[in-house]
């Protein structure tokens, strides 16, 4: 079992493997059992990965409805139909910067997992 260092998050196995999100500077070997020094190694994930680290994560599940609760804070999924069917007006771009608000706060958690 990995010792994963402080700040660490686990973010999905696929395939077997583990993907962990571990701070810049942290030194993954230190504290490890040997059988599993052997078995870790840093991965800069392609596209791909990337994609599928993000579909498995639960991390990623949770942002994605964080960023949906924040949206609907102000707006309900009927407002931001009939918000998007009065485009453009003033209504629909304080909708859209509202929700790109949202969405950027959502992408920063990600970057902060590595995604």
Known sequence: ML???DGSTELCTIDGVTYVCIPDGAAIDE??????????????PDLELREQIKAASPHVALIQKRV????SELYSVYDEIKLLR???SAE???YNEHTELCRQWGRDRK?????
């Open 3 to 5: 010792n994963a260092p």
């Open 31 to 44: 504290g490890q059992h040997e059988e599993v020094v052997g078995t870790m190694s840093v991965v800069d």
């Open 68 to 71: 949906r609760e924040k949206i």
């Open 86 to 88: 009065t485009a453009p």
């Open 92 to 94: 629909f771009d304080a």
């Open 111 to 115: 970057a902060e997992l590595g995604l």
